[in-house]
């Protein structure tokens, strides 16, 4: 699957799934995993880690050392790694680990949740970062519900991102969104090696060809593992329009 998407000029970002390890023992097999999976992945790719695969609930300093050891071996193979966003109570943690990796590997990424009325303030901050910017999947107090709101917070991290210094990761399906991205690169003198295209695997995949065709780069994530269904349903609550890309893009291969 990794290798049909780089030979059509797409990049990858990969995603062990499962979350919310509760025992140590089972925090190191994740790290096993990602450690595993780096060795079958082309130098350029991307991981996509959750903080509580590796121990998040359980202590900050053991994820920090979990993400420190994938962080090592995914730069001696020139892979970066991006943590992801989780539930609203682990996102101090999350910033918090990621700000303390960012001193000894300046590559490693992080996600920000537009739907989250704090996310413009996260953005501001990241200033330099590699930052995948997606609309979210979760629910949390005060948060934005309506999704007029959550694509107005995104455009407007959208252009702190793209006029600041930060290299945006622009994680979403919705061609309004993508048609304000192409435009708020061109307002910030950004080459199409400034900025990234993110996308689900199996949807709009006609759409990823297109934008890489052009010359845009594109990243194609790509979820693997047994923990699938509690994926799929977040997948599905964020946006159920994804659905409908999703069952044209296999009605389309048939």
């Not at 991981?47 to 121990?55: E, P, Q, R």
């Not at 943690?93 to 990424?109: I, Q």
Request: with cysteine; net charge neutral; hydrophobic share 40%.
């Amino acid at each position: 699957m990794v290798g049909e998407l780089t030979r059509h000029g797409l990049l990858v970002s990969v995603d062990h799934l499962g979350e919310e390890i509760t025992d140590e023992a089972a925090a190191r097999q994740s790290v096993g995993h990602y450690l595993e999976l780096l060795d079958l992945l082309p130098a350029g790719a991307d991981v996509s880690v959750k903080l509580t695969a590796l121990g998040l609930r359980l202590s900050q300093r053991l994820a920090l050392g979990n993400a420190e050891t994938i962080c090592a071996a995914a730069g001696e193979r020139g892979i970066t790694v991006t943590l992801d966003a989780e539930e609203h109570d682990t996102i101090p943690g999350l910033h918090a680990v990621h700000a303390d990796l960012r001193r000894r590997h300046p590559d490693v990424g992080v996600v920000v949740q537009s739907y989250l009325p704090d996310s413009i303030d996260r953005c501001e901050k990241l200033g330099g970062a590699r930052v995948r910017l997606c609309k979210g999947a979760y629910t949390a107090p005060g948060a934005y519900t309506k999704p007029a709101d959550i694509d107005r917070s995104y455009v407007r991290c959208l252009k702190v991102l793209m006029a600041g210094t930060a290299y945006p990761m622009v994680a979403t399906h919705d061609p309004r969104l993508l048609r304000i991205a192409a435009a708020l690169a061109e307002l910030a003198g950004r080459d199409a090696t400034g900025f990234e295209y993110q996308m689900l695997y199996g949807i709009r995949p006609d759409e990823q060809l297109r934008l890489a065709g052009q010359g845009s780069q594109v990243r194609v994530y790509v979820p693997y593992g047994s923990d699938w269904y509690p994926y799929l349903m977040r997948r599905m609550a964020e946006r159920p329009r994804n659905l409908t890309f999703f069952l044209r893009s296999l009605l389309s291969r048939h």
